[in-house]
């Protein structure tokens, strides 16, 4: 079905066309009854897919990414089309409203996005607020970045100040230090301002947990496919000391080397994301495996559109997988697609669970 309902869409700019889709996504998945219709067609159940990392319970190792929901308008609806967990964001602590459109493009030929969005979201108030009526079904991240209105110095504070509003709401918190669509914000990967921004989310986590009277909630690095194998090691020997529960590999690339798309030159600046990116971010799941020894568990996205991009990531050392680009280009069965695949690869390798077949490239 999606194959003919997508040219009609492609036929849109792709902003439009992502309001648009994700209208009928919502119409479509209002009520309960109604998602769990969905649920039924498209989530896999089976124990071999079921994975634990970090305390949570995830159904299925595949994911949908932040980007897709900047805002938390659509993780249940998103969450009946079988993912086993979904990402929202990225959340800043002020609203803003992204940079100047056009500000997302299509790459059919290389099968990518080029996008400058910006962080476009209405702030981490609003978010809470939305949040704090919503009954949360799916397995909940929250994707959380720098306001652009904050200076680089006083980026801590503003992470602190979403961190503070938002973890609550979240089965697990990512720390967004890695759009190339925030200036200076990459800086923040850099290790003094990299290792004082997660000491000081890694206390206050807790201490809001003991107010709470529960346990903290799981943060986790993401970093850029755009690092050197050097500042990769840097970066997850941090987040390892800080006490990271996990480290999400990669975002964005700001590379163009090797598209075939015509006229990307003149799309401007911003980030490349889907297959171009997936060579690169098997690379750095594999130097995160080898560098920790299997100790860091790692959520692999880049590139991912079916289940042989799947389990290269889990084979190269990613405990889950994430899709946001390949969910454009594939349509809702995506997330049912890669688990029925994975679960075909399971079983050709004579194995009982997922879990098993993390790190298997690695001798």
Known sequence: MYDAVRPLLFGLAPEPAHFAGTAALNAALLTGPSRALARSMFQVRHSA???ERFGIRFPN????AAGFDKS??????????GFGHVEIG????????GNPRPRLFRLPADRALLNRMGFNNPGADAVTARLRRTRIEPVLGINIGKSKATALEDA???YLRSLELLEAFAAYVVVNVSSPNTPGLRQLQDAAPLRELLRALRIRAAELAKIRGGGARPILLKIAPDLTDPQVEEAVGIAAEEGMAGVIATNTTISRDGLRTRGVDGMGAGGISGAPVHRRAVQVVSLIWRTT???MPIVGVGGVFGAADAWEMIRAGASLVQVWTGFIYQGPTIARDINRGLLD???NEGLDRISQAVGMAHP
């Open 61 to 64: 190792p595949v994911g949908l």
């Open 156 to 158: 801590t504070s503003d």
């Open 72 to 81: 938390g308008e659509s993780f249940n609806a998103l969450g009946a089309l």
């Open 293 to 295: 020894g299997g100790r």
């Open 345 to 347: 690869r399971l079983r």
């Open 90 to 97: 990225t959340v800043t602590a002020l609203p803003q409203p």
């Open 49 to 51: 897919l079921e994975t």
